[in-house]
């Protein structure tokens, strides 16, 4: 039973690493036709084989590593990065044996707050100013987004009375979560944005001013990996907001459309907003996100205790 568990979650690991490449052909096809122009098209048919071929050129370049740079944690990052956001996917409620557990939504709040040490650890490591700059933006903005990501999830916890994911598709089956607590599925959706880094809050890779931000010692093998780990994040964040606000069944196929239609908006944001300024961004999650979700926790708290009390 363990064995079958492990090859299942094996299977579907593959698939999510396959679907990334995918994500980023998508991603530059989008920002080709929004910019007016082709996006990737010499590689096989209209580009298909592009992604495969960027993996072979990143993984047989030549591995550099900063001479002044803390080996074991520069090397090490990127490789716990990928491995948190594919180890988070196990929250995923298939029905095919895999380790669909009852308290899912804690386990999606550490792997969450795991992703931190990964992003801190690889600009400081770097020994450079503009990684370690990157790195403490990227900390501090991933902290603050993740407080009015787990207040609204909280709220929707309240309404399943469920830490497991499952929980949300059995309670979704007459009316979707979106049209019941709609500002906060759109509060979730730029918490998310924020979350992975993506325009307009990629200050952790805010090329105008950080080069690269704390990714800037980081070539080849270490780039790769850094950068699967957040396309592996976003199609995470894609298929969580599924589950949660639009009533999805993992064996339906309009799962899968409603998940490629949330990542299509991830890329849509980035090939039409600018990037916020910092403290704006700031701002945004302390002074507004919070109080929204923390009054739609307290009036979500409340419904169901006036609902307790009138079933008593």
């Known amino acids: 039973m363990m064995f079958i568990s492990f090859l299942n979650f094996l299977i579907l690991i593959v698939c999510v690493l396959v679907s990334v490449a995918f994500v980023t052909l998508l991603e530059r096809k989008i920002l080709g036709y929004i910019q007016i122009r082709k996006g990737p098209n010499k590689v096989g048919f209209m580009g298909v084989l592009q992604p495969f071929a960027d993996a072979v050129k990143l993984f047989t370049k030549e591995q550099t590593v900063p001479t002044l740079s803390n080996f074991m944690p520069y090397y090490l990052s990127p490789i716990f990065s990928l491995f948190v956001a594919l180890i988070i996917w196990s929250i995923m409620p298939y029905d095919l044996g895999l380790i669909s557990f009852n308290t899912g939504v804690l386990f999606f709040l550490c792997c969450l707050s795991l ?128 589950i949660m606000f639009l009533g999805s069944d993992l064996v339906s196929i309009f799962f899968y459309f409603k998940l490629t239609f949330i990542a299509f908006i991830f890329i849509w944001v980035r090939g039409t907003l600018p990037r916020l300024r910092y403290d704006k961004l700031m701002y945004l999650a302390w002074k507004q996100f919070l109080p929204v979700a923390l009054n739609y926790l307290m009036f979500f708290m409340s419904f169901k205790m006036m609902c307790f009390c009138c079933f008593i």
């Open 115 to 242: 992703g931190v040490y990964s992003t801190m650890s690889a600009g400081w490591s770097s020994n450079s100013k503009y990684s370690l700059l990157g790195s403490l933006r990227a900390v501090a903005q991933t902290i603050s987004y993740e407080v009015s990501l787990a207040l609204i999830l909280l709220s929707l916890i309240f309404l399943t009375e469920s830490f497991n994911v499952d929980t949300f598709k059995v309670y979704q089956e007459t009316i979707w979560f979106i049209w019941l607590t709609l500002p906060l599925s759109m509060l979730w959706l730029t918490s998310c944005l924020a979350e992975t880094n993506r325009t307009p809050f990629d200050f952790a890779e805010g090329e105008s001013e950080l080069v690269s931000g704390f990714n800037t010692e980081y070539s080849s093998g270490g780039f790769a990996l850094i950068f699967m780990a957040e396309y592996a994040s976003i199609l995470f964040m894609s298929a969580l907001f599924s």
